[in-house]
């Protein structure tokens, strides 16, 4: 028996990298997953895999910076699935660019998804939670956030702000018996993150104390973690996932 058995999670941006791995993993454990991203089609080889694992998978195409997208979601995972226990705000992009020559339209496409999105996301599944008495919510913030990085203010204001909507949300919800903390992954192998400049990637490899970039599953496993039974008495933290990167 795994021990997420019966439950029902949303992980948006699950079409790749750490969104993929953590829907996975939270399948390996007996949930049922609703994976969305912004292309549908994205998804095949999430869903495959979830189907694999013999959990139900629902799969659907969602613009977390739009409001009106992220209620028709959440409707049709509840019309599914019946209710979710589990949600994790995965979505999340980079338009990195020195401030000073930082366009408006990128600074507002970084904010709108990463931070406005998990908070669209919170609002419309708490709702149910509220009403079961129940619920878990991980946000992925970022080392980022916690530190700021040359070239990224959009990136690092926008997860900064995901880590004070996480510890505020958590006050509000906790009297409801909902969790919610965050994780912040530091250098993740990933497709993203593999377009950086190799130069970039050394610099930050030679901070690493553990001395290796992380995996899609390292973040996973904390992530499941979050959600499980065994952090039950945890909310309002952020964990850095960051190979001592930040300490």
Request: charge should be positive; proline fraction near 2%.
């Amino acid at each position: 028996m795994g021990q997420l058995d019966g439950k029902k999670a949303l992980v948006t941006g699950a079409a790749r990298g750490i969104g993929r791995a953590i829907a996975e993993k939270l399948a390996a454990e007996g949930a049922d997953v609703v994976a969305c991203d912004l292309n549908r089609d994205w998804l095949a080889e999430t869903e495959q895999a979830i189907t694999v694992l013999g959990r139900k998978a629902l799969t659907l195409a969602t613009d977390v910076s739009q409001a009106k997208s992220v209620q028709q979601t959440v409707d049709e995972a509840l019309k599914a699935f019946g209710r979710l226990d589990i949600l994790v705000n995965n979505a999340g992009i980079t338009r990195d660019g020195f401030l000073v020559r930082m366009s408006e339209e990128d600074w507002d496409q970084v904010l709108a998804v990463n931070l406005k999105g998990a908070f669209l996301f919170t609002k419309a599944v708490s709702r149910g939670m509220i009403k079961q008495k129940s619920g878990v919510i991980v946000n992925l913030a970022s080392i980022i956030g916690l530190i700021g990085n040359a070239g990224q203010c959009n990136y690092a204001a926008s997860k900064a702000g995901v880590i004070a909507l996480t510890k505020s949300a958590a006050r509000e919800l906790a009297s409801r018996n909902i969790r919610v903390n965050a994780v912040a992954p530091g250098f993740i192998e990933t497709k993203m993150t593999a377009a950086l400049p190799e130069a970039v990637r050394g610099k930050m490899l030679e901070a690493i104390p553990m001395g290796r970039f992380g995996l899609p599953d390292d973040v996973a496993n904390v992530v499941l973690f979050l959600a499980g039974p065994a952090s039950a008495y945890m909310t309002g933290q952020v964990l850095s996932i960051s190979g001592g990167m930040v300490m």
